[in-house]
Every structure is written in C-alpha cells, then in structure tokens.
C-alpha cells in the first residue's frame, strides 16, 4: 500500500492572502480604521481562540449555531467555574477539573461582549453597576473570523477578515443613526462612489409589534414567521407566502413544511411587507406604518426611533438617496432587537454563464441589547456594524476594470559578482530618496540569468529594472529600463528598436537618484 | 452543590489589547513594514491554522517541540493522502478518512515553507525545479502566533504578534547581511536609537567545522554540545563548563546530567567560544577563528561568508558599532544551517524588586536551508528575520518616561436633548476640518451627568471638550475645555480660578471650526 505523504496544502476554505489581495485588504481596513477613529471608536484587539461558553452561541445564521463553530477541547485542564466565578469544588474539597470546549471567534461581537462583561464583571458582583449606568464603550476592532461552514460556495471562506464598530452602553439611536453614517462614510472612503450603495434600514421592534397585534404573540411563532421573511431575498415572494402557508417543494425537490398560518393573516403580513414598496421617501414610509401598527406601545416606540433617525439623517444630509427605510429588512435573526440595517451595492456583475447578478448585501449591523446578558446578568443595550473586508476586496476587484496589483520595488539586476556590493550600494541611496528597491540575489551566481530576473521583476510589478554590467561600469553610467512604460507601449509599439529607444535609457551614474526621484518617485 | 457559571474570562496566556498597546503594536508594525517593504519584500498573510503536519515540527524552542504547540482534531473527516498527493484507499478502493491533526501556527516561519512548497509543489513533481533553479521568493509577514506554553513566565504570553521577512530560494549570504541591515534599519525607523542596540552573528558553520575537527563528528554529540552553549546567556560560563564535564545541580537542587567531554576537550571548546570576548573588531576575529579553524572545509566556507558580510556591511557604512560576530550565539537549535543574528538591547531596567536587569535579545533570524526539505524534497536555501512585535511594545513602554497613550477624539458633551442634532452637526464640521470627534451618546437621557461624561473624555483621552448648553446656544458661543493644557496646569497652577481662566475658552459658533483646527489639529 501507499505510505502516507506530508503534503503541502491548506485547511478546506482557508487560504493564502497573496500581496495583490492584501493590498486591497490594507487599503479597505486603513480607510474603514481611520473613518471609524473620527467618529471616536477607539482601537482593540481580542484573541482569535476564547473559551467557547464566554463567547456564546450568537451566531449571525442561526441554522449554523452548532456546526458552524470551530470547537476544540483545550489541551490544558482546569478547574471549573461556578456561577460566582469561583472554583467548583468536590465533597473533598478538591477542585473538579477538566478539558473545557474552546472556539475559533465566529464574529468581533461576541468577542466585544466578553470584553466588555469581563470588565465590569467585578463592579456588577459587588453591586456597583446597574443596566441604567454601564459605561458607555466605544471600540472598533478588525482580524479574521472563523465559521466551520460545512457547504461552501465559490468565493466563501472558513477564514475570513471583518472590521467592526461597535457602541456598547447606549440606548439612544442616535448611535444606530450615526452608525449608518458611518458605513456610508466608511464605504466611500474605501473607494465606492456613494451612488453604487444604498443604506436599508428597518427597526424589529415595528414588525414585532405589528405581529402581536395580528395575534401572532408567542416568541416561538414570531421567530418562525421571522425566518421565513428572512429568507425573501433568496426565495422570493411566492415563495415566503407558500412557507407562511403549507409549505412548498423546492428546487431539488425537497419538501418545505409551512407554518399553516390563515389566509388572511398571510395577507396581513404580506401587505406590511410590501407597505413601502415602491416608495422611496422616509416619511412616507413612516406615515403608513404609523397608520397600520397604531396602538401597539411596542411597534410605536420603534415608529418614534425611525422618526428620529430620520430627522438626524435629514439634518446631516443624509437623504433618501443614501438611507432608505425597508420593512422587509431582516438581517439574519441571533441577536437584534431593535434598528436593523445593511448596506446593499446597486452594482451588478456577470457570473460564469453570463447570467447578470446583483452584488447584494456588503455589511450591515444593528442593535443588539441582550447579547452582554448572557454573560453580565445585565441587559446592556448596544449597537454596531460590521463590514466583510473580504467580500469587499471581491467586490472591488470585480468593480475595476484591471485587477488591483501591489506596487513592487525598484529591481537592480544582477550582473556581475564584481559589482554586486556597488548594487547595494545604489539600492542604498535610492532608498534614502524614499524609494523600494531590491537587489536581486535568487539562488546562486551561474544561475542568475537576465530572462530568469526580468520575469522576476515583471511578476512582481517592478516600475524600473536598473542594469549595471561591466560595460556600464566602465562608462560611469546605468540603465533604465521602465517596466510600466515598456508594458502600455507594447500594445501600440511593434518594433523592437523603437520600443528600447522610448522605454530603456542610459543614465550617468552620478544622476541616477535624481533621474529615478524624478520618474518613479 | 454550586452551579456551573458562564463566566466572562479569555483563555490563560491570552489577553485583549487595548487602544494604548495597539497604538503602540501598530506603529511598531507600519515601521518595520516600511523598511521590509523599502528592502522589496511584499506583504503576504496565510491561515492561523494549518494542517499539523504541514507545519512540522520546527519549534525555535526544541524543548516544546511536542507540547509547545496548540494541537487539534480537525472535525470535518478527510481522506489521507499519499506521498504523491493523491488519497490512499482502502481494499474496496475507498478513500481512507481521517480527522487529521491541525495546529495553531507557532511561527510565520513554518507557515512561509509552506506556502513556497505549495506552490512549487505541481512542477517539482513534474521534475521541473531543482535545487539549483529553486525560485526566489522575498516576502514579509506580520501576525498572531501561539505558543502552549505550560510555564507563563511574567510578561509572556501564548499569543503574540510577529512581523517577519525571509529571503527563499537564494544561497548568497548578501541575503543574510542585508537581513541584519534590515533589522537595524527597522528598530530605528520603530523608534530605537542605534546606540541602544547592537545586531551579533555567528555562522554555525565554523562552529560545526571547529567541533568536527576537535572529534565531536556526529550529529548527536554535536546537538548535544550546541545545547549546552546555547544555554550560555542563562546560566554562564561555570554552568556550561559543569555542564560539559560531568554534569551540575541547578538552584532548584535538580540534577543536570553532563556530557561528560574530557577536560582538554572542553579547554578547547570554551577557547573558542571565548576567542571574541573583548574584541569588538569584525576583522580580528575573523583572523583569529581562521587560524583556529584552518583546514576544516565547512568551517572554512563559514569563515569565507562571514568575509563577504563583513565587506558589505563596511561598503554600506554598517561598522562594528551596530553589528559584531560573536561566536557564543547559537539561537536555538531547531532550524538553523549557517549564519545567524540577534539584536541585543543594550538596555536595562528595574525589575520589581529594584534590580537592574538587562533587556536582552529582541529580535534575531538566520538562514535555514533545510525547511522546505520536509514537504518539498529538496533543500531550498532560505535565510530571514523576525521581530517580537508585542515583546518590543512592551521594551518600548519600559524605555519610554511616560506610558504611550492613544490619542482621543475631541470631545462633545452632551447637555440638552434639543441641541442633540447640533451636537452632532458641529462634530460633522469638525470631521470634515481633518479631526476625530465624538459625541457623547452613553446611556440615555437622565442619566448623561457631566462628571460621567469629564471621566469618560479623559480616560479615553481626548484633547479637548466642547460644551453647548441652552445659554451658550442663546449667545452664540460654545466652551472649549483644552484638556491636555487642563492636566498639564493643574501641576503648577492650584488656584481654581486661574486654572479654569486659561484652560476654558468661549469660542463665538461661527469660529468654532478654525479655533478647533488652529489648536487641536
């Protein structure tokens, strides 16, 4: 039989992040970073690997909750903690010990959560804190997260990088206001032009309430009837209307079981859905719901916080061509409890076939008062956002016509072992002009062939290859040879002679770095 | 008996940064980036966790190799592969699963191996890359790493951040001596003085050559000998010669076998090591282990590398003030085939019992042809470095009189519910004016006291206050407190009076966005 092999490879859904790729990421995360700084989040940083119980099972899709987790045993044991945070002992008063389950972070809230509990955890047990003053913390923090995701569709990834911002210890909705400023601000700031996104925003409070009053009043229903609206961007109309009803075979030829709710509910429901279709302003839409859920002390308290999102918007300029108000919005069903929202790109692309499709939903957020509870015994209220860094770059790549490339050095070739500490020499001073520059130095001297570093050089998306043989040395002089230029003339450029002549130059030694400050600085 | 609690706590050896160490890992790691990059070394990134055997086993501390590293079962089932990459099966000709081992990766070095093996992995099966064409590969890195370390030492840490730059694919030790100018010029780009610190290198080559040419012939003695000089730093002179003799008893009162070696054989081993001492001259002591060594080829190859460091670093203006060989430095054993470096703090500092004491290695590399061996079959030269990221934070704190704080947004109170969307106006004008400003949003109405508010402004520490109540707003103006003038006064100035007068200011509204930018931008 075969003997087993070490292969070079990766996990399944992990990957290498190539300088191309992460240049984008930098680019994405220095943009959303230095937006998020000006409106006061401050900068942290948690571990990728936490006890697997402090971060909860808060995941955006529900239906994942368990497999979706990386869960490990730890390698180390230790005792066991009670409910007061002291070890649980047993009838010989040792202490009980084990291997407890950890987690790969799935998400920056969870994680923020942990945080903040941690930190108040002493205050809270001595009774200094209550839900009315836990302190107002404002953070935002970016890294990879983890989702062992069983499935996985072309362009998804079990690793993967988010920036988060989050405002934990506040009630008033002016934060989930000012946190749709943000993404709007943030994204533009990474580089999309604000009429290829538009803001949705809608508040579970309004939906919940108007629910209750219909008589859909138990959480279990409601959470059923929920998920089911949350699937519409994905099945459509017919199809959220069947599932409400009873059920629906879909396209593999599973069946769907439905809720068997009475037609007239579901018409009820639907005509809530649909109350702002085709209306874009936000008044409007407020007036109409206002009108449907009037009454319901829950729907309208969340009628009044859309009221007052609105007027900030308004006032900041944030019109209905950047902030929409959708009560179809949904965003997932873990967490939220009150404004939802989420940013979707009016952009289009072809896929494989050819067939045009919409990019969808970029990053979104919300708030999410009860996620400390858990943890604290408090519920503080909070609220944040979230933009895929990843699925961003994707998008951006997609966007461009030419794919982003990371710029790479100013490259010195290497001629000649005479000459090789003068390469460093030069590479030296160039450097100290403020440029990058490498000497090559690949493998060894006899295998240093001109074509074999020039294709080195190009790869790597070098603006200049500097060439010093003995010759040149002799003369006091170097060439230039200007890739880029080299690379746009060829396509217009037939002939060889001509094309040397306007892309390779010969410098005098002596005016290199002011020659290569003015051409490629 | 107690009940179990979920208690908000991170997992031993693992911690949250906050925005003062971020500020500080991050200017450390946009520093060292600029110079890697400025050198032509592109930014990768790759998985935290891999598969186990992908990784192997080159822990830089060999005596965790086995438990030193986070180890788990991969929970998805995969079928094994072969030594040609291809899934072994069974008599059924099923493939054969597995939950395979991963890891968490201990380094940016392994991880480096495996990328470049990956890669070239196709073609050296194709029998298309040999060792002599092996292509050059310079990138950099920065990132957590984990270590599960069962002793936590103060200070230590199982995750800590990274940043490092390798050279693949090249034999030619201008690699290794621009390395170690490299690291130089990044520890003064992060903020070092050069006199602080100095850059040692050894070449493992002389003292393998030395070694074989005074008896000790095979690997085993060998290892077992450059274990022993590497604990040099730790336990002195006395130690290592006990503990090339017939063993010692350490200050626990354990026992520590020795080699045994006979007495002239360890008079000439500790000759060697000491050759340098004293002499700070590159060229002395290249003559002095050259009359030591001659006639031993590899120690003579060493000598010849150590010659050509030496030049280009005279060339490139690097003298025995920033970098000196020293050949008591092994650096490990794990990996390292021939040069190798280490900066060396010249620092000290007051432990907690007052004792002064030396801040030591900081950052250190080497060359290591044989890594990519393991899952490529064929050695692949490589050399490159890397800087404890959260170990220079923590130096860099040390060295520095005041603790480095992050800098805070300017600062909005809030004061009145009808002036809330004017809080925010004025923020958005100051944002657009270049600054960070945050409006205080904590809690909700009734509960905004201002002493909460001042506290929360300063400990995020922030510039300046502005503060628009109902009788500012009638008159026009806004009160602008200058904080960081505020606790700068409050040393010299105890009069209350005085300290207000020069620290608060009525700005007129209109003026407020050039009195801002004139004195807080």
Not at 45 to 53: F, G, K, N, Q, R
Not at 453 to 475: F, H, T, W
């Amino acid at each position: 039989m075969k003997k087993r092999g070490t292969i070079p490879r990766k996990i399944k859904g992990f990957r290498d992040i190539d300088a191309d790729l992460n240049e984008m990421r930098q680019r994405i995360i220095q943009a959303a970073a230095k937006v998020y700084r000006s409106y006061g989040f401050e900068h942290w940083d948690t571990p990728v690997l936490e006890y697997a119980d402090a971060l909860g099972k808060f995941m955006p899709d529900e239906e994942t909750v368990d497999q979706g987790v990386y869960n490990f045993k730890n390698p180390e044991e230790e005792p066991i903690l009670g409910e007061d945070g002291k070890e649980l002992r047993d009838a010989g008063a040792k202490a009980i010990m084990e291997h407890q389950a950890l987690a790969m972070r799935y998400d920056l809230t969870a994680p923020l959560a942990r945080v903040y509990a941690e930190r108040l955890w002493d205050d809270v047990k001595r009774g200094q804190i209550m839900e009315s003053n836990a302190r107002l913390f404002r953070r935002f923090q970016y890294g990879p997260v983890y989702r062992y995701e069983m499935k996985l569709a072309p362009g998804r990834f079990r690793e993967f990088w988010q920036i988060d911002f989050d405002s934990v210890g506040t009630k008033d909705v002016a934060a989930d206001a000012e946190a749709c400023m943000i993404l709007s601000d943030a994204l533009q700031a990474i580089g999309l032009d604000k009429s290829t996104f538009i803001v949705k925003v809608n508040n579970r409070k309004v939906l919940k309430g108007f629910l209750f009053s219909i008589g859909i009043d138990d959480d279990e229903k409601e959470g059923a009837v929920l998920r089911v609206i949350d699937k519409l961007d994905k099945i459509g109309w017919e199809n959220v209307e069947l599932e409400l009803a009873a059920g629906r075979t879909d396209t593999s030829g599973a069946a769907i079981a439905g809720l068997n709710l009475p037609a007239d509910l579901i018409g009820k429901i639907i005509s809530f859905l649909k109350i702002a279709t085709g209306i874009k302003g936000r008044k409007e839409v407020i007036e109409k719901l206002e009108k449907l859920v009037a009454g319901n002390e829950l729907a309208e308290e969340g009628i009044a916080e859309l009221k007052k999102m609105d007027a900030m918007w308004e006032a900041l300029g944030f019109d209905e061509s950047s902030i929409v108000f959708d009560p179809t919005l949904m965003r997932g069903m873990a967490y939220y409890t009150g404004p939802v929202f989420e940013v979707e790109s009016l952009l289009t692309f072809k896929d494989k076939r050819g067939k045009t499709r919409k990019v969808g939903s970029i990053c979104g957020g919300g708030r999410y008062d009860g996620l400390v509870k858990n943890l604290l015994g408090l519920r503080v209220p909070a609220t944040g956002a979230s933009i895929g860094v990843d699925r961003l770059a994707a998008l951006l790549q997609m966007a461009n016509d030419e794919k982003v490339k990371a710029e790479g050095p100013v490259f010195i070739a290497y001629f000649d072992d005479s000459l090789q500490t003068k390469y460093y020499e030069m590479a030296k001073e160039l450097r100290q002009a403020g440029m990058d520059v490498e000497v090559y130095c690949g493998y060894f001297k006899g295998f240093r062939k001109m074509k074999k570093q020039m294709s080195y050089a190009d790869k790597k998306n070098c603006p200049a290859v500097i060439l010093l043989g003995e010759d040149e040395a002799k003369k006091g002089v170097v060439t230039v040879k200007n890739l880029k230029l080299g690379k746009e003339l060829s396509k217009t450029i037939s002939d060889k002679k001509e094309w040397i002549a306007k892309v390779q130059k010969e410098i005098p030694m002596d005016g290199l770095v002011e020659y290569m400050k003015a051409n490629f600085a």
